[in-house]
Structures are given as structure tokens and as C-alpha cells.
């Protein structure tokens, strides 16, 4: 029987990451885009659709990995919609309990258990990540299910073992992109790092088996995944340029994101630590591996060492990708210490209860208080700022906009400024068709406005045959369009819509 205390944390852990939906229901970006793809695949049948160029001014092909989708497809959309803020929490929640299980069979320690529990709970960027509709969540645990099944079956040549590390990493092509990646990387690392050719062997597997399951769909998604990256390598510089005004590097007042990510690189090495301060855990087990120091008379079991070498594995590959900008294409740096979550979680607990019975007690419950403490802080103060945020929420005056959208007997091909809009308008609207790619390889033809506009708005506005531009004054001046000819139909608030 599962010990009813392994439901605390992750009780806890859900309500912390949405009880912001109390006071901004609609907080996040990318909602309007997986809330699109669900109402794709279940105008399909509950089938990966086809060709996508409904409202699309960029027709294209889904290509986006259908596992998530597939599982919202079958609630109505009203549904989703109302309670979209716990759907990425729930499977946060079910990653909480699996650490619980893990600890229990590699350690046979409840205490561990729960404190590793705790220490996931409170990470900071677990408890932010998951504040908004986001298949992140669901990639991560699908990941962690894959890796750890491997490390037990290559410790236990157990067949249960081997078809569920078979079964987790096909599952993980058809999760989350860059779940995958990460799981890509981690097996070639420990492939070479154990001298075990089977972590990179199920991989590969796990890719024919996805590949041949879906009748080939996994290969289109793979191809927009390389988009993707194809599509960054030029503009890498470009991913906080300002849509109309570019690259600012005298602007004082900077987007919250944009300051974290730019303090993220330019310091790294120290700032990785600060995303996730429990990752010292691993330093220090691998200091103990190659260190004898005074009063420190344990040994660090080997499945220890080796998620202490997950943890720095990701946390030394982050560094170069914060830091060196052609390698920004492939992830922001700082994400890849979330997929190592799990394993810091598990090591910092153990790590804990070793300290406990050496002359370092007093300092280990002083430094362990003190993370806490800080980390929740930090979520607080964050979650405040979600509350709040208006940016990446839909707000009264942007209903009252898409109301009036609805309600037009004209049919309007929009461009949106700022660009993050388009999907939001693509979902809230019925009949308007909107300038942005329906697939990742459609990225390279929207590249006149994004990132940054390249050419003179009137240019591009004529190329595309759009009509009118739906724009969010806070972001900014109608003046700064520099148009010819326009007539502003509709204002409410910071948004305006403006007949080209």
C-alpha cells in the first residue's frame, strides 16, 4: 500500500501553481496555441489532422507532437478552456508523486522520499513553469519515466523494466520536443559516460518505434523541430529584439523575462545555480567522490553518484548555450536544469540525512532552511507579477476588441504587434484570417515581421494582402508603424485596430 503521505507534496505543489488562476485566469502565450492544435485534433476525429490553412495566412502541415492534444481532444473545449490552468499542474503533481517512488526504491527512506518531494515543490522553476496551459510538464515526466526505467534495467535486467524504458522513450517523440532533445543529449552522454551503449540503443529504438507507429507522422514532426532550430540560427540575436524597434540596448525598463535571460548569459556559470539552488547538492557528492574530507565518513551509493552526474551533466551543458549565442538555437541554456528536476531533488534529500549525523548538522539545516525560505520568495514574488501581468493575459479591453472582430460583417487578414497575439486572435475570432505560420518550416515565411519587421510596414502589409493590423499600444505607438494611409475602426484600452 502506497503511504498516503507520498499525496502531500504533490497536493501541495498543485495548489501553488494554480491558485494565480483565482485572480488571471487567462495568464500565458502559448495557451491559444495548444488550446488551436486540441480544437485541430478533435475536428479530426481525435486523429493527427492534415493539412492546416484555416485563418492561416500561412497554410502548413500539423506537425506538432500529438500526444498532448490527443489527451485534451476528448474534453470539450469549453472545458479545457475554463480549467486550463490545472491541466500542466496535474501531470506536475504525478511527477512529484513519481519522485516518491523513486527515492523509495533506489534509497528504501520515506524521509528521503518526502524531503525530495519537498524540495521539487519548491523549486522555483517548477512551481512557474507549470503556471499556464504547457505540455512541458507531461515531457518531463513521460522523460524521467524513460530514463529512470533505463538505469533499473541495466541494474536489474529486469524485462519489465526493458519494455517500459522501450515504451516511456518511444512515447517521449510523440510528448515534447524538447523533452526529446534533452533525452537525446543525456543518452550520448551516458552512453559515454558509463561505457553502456544501451541508453543511446533504446533511444534509437524509441525513434523507429514512433516513426513506425504513427505511419511516419514522427518524421514530420522531426522536421519541424529542425525548423525550428534552422529558423533560430539567424535570427539568435533576435529573440528579445523588440518587434518594431529591434535590438535596444540603451532601454532602461526591460520585459521580466528579457532581464532574467539577459543576467541568465552574461553571468552563467553563477546565475545556473541561482534557477535552482539545490543543484549544489550535486557539486558536493561529487566533491565527496573525489575528495576525503574531515568528519564526512559515508559513502555515496553509485545510483547517487550517477543522478549527481545527470544533474551536472545538464547544468554544464546550459552554460555554453546561455553563454555563446550560435547555440541558442538549440534551447534557452537555463531549461536543461529542468529536466534534471528529479535527480537534484533525490541527491539533495539524501544528501541531507547523511549530514544529519555528522558534525555539519547545524550548518546543513542552516543552508537547507535558508534555500527554502528563498525559493519561496521567489515564487511568491513571481506569482505576484503573474497576477498582474497584462502582456500575456487576455484582458477586458482585448475581449472587447475580439467582440468587435466578431461582430464585423468584413473579413480581415490581420497582422498582429506584437506578434505573441496571433494565436490568441486566431482562437477568440471566427471568420478573420491571421498572419502567422500554421507549421514550424512557415516560420521562414512570416520572417518580414518576425522576429523583428525587416521591411517598410506599407511593403509588407501590400505582399501579404492584409487589411488590417491588430495592435497593442502598450507595445507600441501607432507613429512608429510609419504608415502611409490607415484609419483606427475600433480602440479599447492599449489595443487598436487599424484599417490599412
Not at 506538432?64 to 492534444?69: G, I, N, Q, R
Not at 535552482?276 to 568528519?295: D, K, Q, R, S, Y
Request: with cysteine; charged share 15%.
Amino acid at each position: 500500500m502506497v503511504n498516503l503521505s507520498a499525496f502531500i507534496f504533490p497536493t501541495i505543489g498543485f495548489l501553488l501553481q494554480t491558485y494565480t488562476r483565482l485572480f488571471n485566469k487567462s495568464f500565458g502565450v502559448d495557451v491559444w496555441t495548444r488550446l488551436l492544435e486540441t480544437r485541430q485534433v478533435r475536428n479530426a476525429g481525435h486523429k493527427i489532422p492534415k493539412r492546416v490553412n484555416k485563418r492561416f495566412l500561412v497554410p502548413g502541415n500539423f506537425d506538432y507532437p500529438p500526444v498532448f492534444p490527443f489527451i485534451l481532444s476528448f474534453f470539450k473545449e469549453s472545458t479545457i478552456e475554463k480549467y486550463q490552468g490545472v491541466v500542466a499542474p496535474i501531470f506536475d503533481a504525478l511527477n512529484n508523486l513519481f519522485i516518491y517512488f523513486v527515492v523509495i526504491f533506489f534509497v528504501g527512506d520515506v524521509r528521503v522520499a518526502l524531503l525530495a518531494q519537498a524540495i521539487y515543490t519548491f523549486t522555483p522553476v517548477i512551481a512557474l513553469e507549470n503556471s499556464s496551459l504547457t505540455p512541458r510538464s507531461l515531457g518531463y515526466l513521460v522523460m524521467n519515466l524513460a530514463f529512470i526505467s533505463t538505469i533499473v534495467y541495466l541494474s536489474t535486467n529486469s524485462l519489465l523494466f526493458l519494455i517500459a524504458s522501450v515504451l516511456f522513450t518511444t512515447l517521449i517523440f510523440l510528448t515534447h520536443r524538447f523533452a526529446t532533445q534533452s533525452l537525446l543529449f543525456l543518452s550520448i552522454f551516458f552512453s559515454l559516460y558509463t561505457q553502456e551503449a544501451y541508453y543511446l540503443l533504446v533511444f534509437v529504438l524509441g525513434f523507429g518505434l514512433a516513426t513506425l507507429l504513427t505511419g511516419g507522422y514522427y518524421l514530420r514532426v522531426l522536421k519541424g523541430h529542425l525548423a525550428n532550430i534552422g529558423f533560430w540560427i539567424p535570427n539568435r540575436n533576435m529573440r528579445f529584439a523588440h518587434q518594431i524597434r529591434g535590438i535596444q540596448k540603451e532601454r532602461k525598463k526591460k520585459d521580466f523575462v528579457e532581464f532574467a535571460y539577459a543576467m541568465l548569459s552574461q553571468f552563467a556559470p553563477i546565475t545556473m545555480v541561482a534557477t535552482n539552488f539545490w543543484i549544489l547538492g550535486a557539486f558536493a557528492v561529487a566533491g565527496m567522490n573525489l575528495f576525503t574530507l574531515p568528519g564526512l565518513a559515508f559513502n555515496v551509493p553509485e545510483h547517487i553518484t550517477d543522478f549527481a552526474v545527470w544533474v551536472l551533466f545538464f547544468y554544464f551543458l546550459g552554460i555554453p548555450i546561455l553563454m555563446i549565442s550560435h547555440l541558442r538555437c538549440i534551447g534557452e541554456g537555463y531549461r536543461y536544469l529542468e529536466m534534471a528536476a528529479l535527480p537534484t531533488s533525490v541527491v539533495s534529500s539524501w544528501l541531507f540525512f547523511q549530514l544529519l549525523s555528522t558534525p555539519y548538522s547545524a550548518v546543513s539545516l542552516s543552508v537547507y532552511g535558508t534555500i527554502f525560505s528563498v525559493n519561496i520568495l521567489i515564487i511568491f514574488s513571481v506569482h505576484r507579477n503573474i497576477i498582474k501581468d497584462r502582456n500575456r493575459s487576455v484582458t477586458e479591453e482585448m475581449k472587447k476588441a475580439f467582440a468587435y472582430l466578431n461582430g464585423s460583417k468584413t473579413t480581415f487578414n490581420i497582422l498582429c504587434i506584437p506578434h505573441q497575439n496571433t494565436t490568441n486572435v486566431l482562437y477568440h475570432t471566427k471568420n478573420h484570417r491571421v498572419f502567422v505560420n500554421a507549421d514550424n518550416p512557415g516560420l521562414m515565411k512570416i520572417t518580414d515581421v518576425y522576429p523583428v519587421i525587416t521591411k517598410p510596414l506599407d511593403t509588407i502589409l501590400k505582399k501579404n494582402n492584409i487589411n488590417l493590423i491588430f495592435l497593442n499600444e502598450g507595445f507600441a505607438k501607432i507613429k512608429e508603424l510609419k504608415l502611409a494611409n490607415y484609419k483606427i475602426v475600433f480602440k479599447s484600452g492599449d489595443f487598436v485596430l487599424i484599417k490599412v
